[in-house]
């Protein structure tokens, strides 16, 4: 009985390869994005880490469509191969990809503030950023007017609430929001002074270190609430800092307009009312 030998195709070598590197850009994409929060090492070296990591994920998807086109061609096999780098590589760069769209239709501002003529000052922020990081003096108005084109809705929080009920409302907020509190100086109104709160927050996915500081200045018919959000590096925020100072400000609002709950009085254990033959005591009781 004569053997019949089945001849295996052989599989594409550029699939092959499309999958090797989709794979090493993701685990470098995963290393890079962890010592980037934890800030094990400069911010920018572990950047340019990133930035390289997918790069090789925009030539895992070129490897893919070149295995298909040899696939479609020689008849071998490796389809598999090729779909797994084009997946790895589509999911990589689609973030990155969505983030371009929207820095070529914001401004390159990186400093966004709710007063450009007089903007929170970063005074104990400014002690701790790096050399390296973007200068702590506002831009200036070319930023502004920047700002104004695109952010028309950026403006002070002027509300009926008094300073010290505002700089709280300000500090609940910056708490539910766990960012870092650097300095808080309450408003005063005997020797006036302005309140005054820095903090750091941290971008969600890349925990970017991005500085906060919220004035609260007394008006005639309340406080005035000015905002000023920046990143420490890059000269694109892609939006991030405006949407953050409009989500305080609307934070805020919401917790000065919500009523406060009325604390619940303590409970006192009632007291049964003593049974006649109780009250009348084995010494005194009556026999008839």
């Known amino acids: 009985m004569a053997r019949r030998r089945i001849s295996e195709q052989p599989t594409s070598r550029l699939a092959i390869w499309s999958r090797r590197v989709a794979l090493f850009s993701l ?21 340019s880490t990133l930035a390289g990591a997918l790069a090789l994920a925009i030539v895992a998807i070129l490897l893919a469509f070149g295995a298909a086109v040899s696939i479609w061609k020689d008849g071998v096999s490796g389809i598999g191969e090729a779909v797994t780098g084009l997946l790895i590589g589509l999911a990589l ?40 990081a973007n200068p702590v003096a506002y831009a200036g108005l070319y930023t502004a007017e920047q700002q104004r084109v695109a952010y028309s809705d950026i403006e002070p929080d002027l509300t009926t609430a008094s300073p010290q009920e505002a700089y709280n409302a300000v500090l609940k907020v910056i708490a539910k929001r766990k960012w870092h509190v650097v300095d808080a100086r309450p408003p005063q109104a005997i020797a006036p002074r302005d309140g005054l709160i820095e903090a750091i927050a941290r971008t969600p ?56 709950k009325p604390e ?21 009781s009556v026999k008839r």
Do not use: C
Request: net charge positive; aromatic share 6%.
């Open 93 to 132: 760069i689609a973030y990155p990809g969505y983030l371009g769209v929207k820095a070529y239709r914001l401004p390159a501002i990186y400093d966004i503030t709710t007063d450009p003529i007089d903007p929170p000052k970063f005074e104990a922020i400014a002690r701790l950023r790096p050399r390296d």
């Open 27 to 47: 685990a470098a994409t995963l290393i890079a994005v962890i010592v980037v929060r934890s800030g094990a090492l400069e911010i920018v070296p572990a950047l």
């Open 264 to 284: 619940k009085p303590d409970k006192q254990p009632q007291q049964s009312a003593p049974k006649p033959s109780q009250a009348a005591g084995k010494g005194n």
């Open 205 to 260: 996915i890349l925990g970017f270190r991005d500085d906060v500081a919220v004035r609260v200045r007394a008006t005639q018919e309340g406080s005035r609430i000015d905002v000023r959000s920046a990143s420490r590096y890059g000269r694109h925020d892609l939006g991030t800092n405006a949407a953050r100072v409009r989500s305080l400000i609307d934070e805020v609002d919401e917790v000065l307009t919500t009523p406060a």
